[in-house]
């Protein structure tokens, strides 16, 4: 991390162009590599097997949007659980109430945003991992659509449903992390062949004509 902060400084110093996400600190739900260090995914079990031998493409992508990688977070074992009380490495509280869970299982994930450790981070959802924490830690979470960004070089729990997404306190900075991560990754078989699509100049646009969801009629009606 600091020999990537003084990379950024140079830049600076030489008044040359920075890299979009220059200089600011994000962390990853361990199960994506990092190079050097071992891809946990929460489990015991997993602590014996070597490390990384090098990033995964999210954090290869963070780091070409000179983001500074800080640190590798707790997590339900192998993604799986709601809660983030990971009977080995220990419970990660919500930093709004610690008697709370931060929800999972990318719960350290959206605390450590929600806390104000890091700008931004990383997490994956199969069945609502970063939805779920994001809404108890009341934060931004985005669950892109399936094969919109490259898995590989993280611990798969169901192949055909995994995602990875964005943690953020805005949504403004949720749009630009997920604009750093696109791009076509031809080491993914799942993802898909479209081309990369912008989102950050699309916030300002009015929601006029926009549907977000839709009720079809409820019988017995629900009060």
């Known amino acids: 991390m600091l020999a990537e902060a003084d990379s950024i400084d140079a830049l600076r110093r030489e ?8 200089g600011i600190p994000y962390a990853v739900k361990n199960l994506f590599d990092v190079a050097g260090h071992t891809t946990l995914a929460g489990a015991e079990l997993l602590s014996g097997r070597p490390p990384a031998a090098s990033d995964s493409w999210a954090v290869r992508q ?14 339900d074992a192998y993604a799986y659980g709601f809660t983030t009380e990971n009977s080995h490495y220990g419970a990660t509280r919500n930093p709004h109430d610690l008697s709370r869970i931060a929800g999972g299982s990318s719960g350290g994930s ?3 945003v929600a806390a104000g450790l890091v700008h931004f981070s990383l997490g994956s959802d199969t069945n609502g991992s970063i939805r779920v924490p994001a809404s108890l830690c ?7 659509t399936f094969g919109r960004l490259s898995r590989s070089g993280s611990h798969p729990f169901v192949a055909s449903l995994d995602h990875i997404g964005p943690f953020a306190r805005r949504v403004a900075d949720l749009a630009a992390v997920y604009d750093a991560l696109q791009g076509r990754d031809p080491a993914d078989d799942f993802q898909a062949d479209k081309a990369s699509e912008r989102t950050g100049n699309l916030l300002d646009r009015e929601l006029e004509g926009l549907r977000c969801a839709r009720l079809g009629a409820i019988s017995p009606p629900v009060r």
């Open 15 to 22: 008044k040359r162009p920075l890299p979009p996400l220059a």
């Open 62 to 75: 963070l780091h070409s949007a000179g983001a500074l990688l800080s640190g590798m977070l707790n997590m």
């Open 110 to 112: 959206a605390a450590a």
């Open 138 to 144: 009341g934060i931004f979470g985005l669950k892109p």
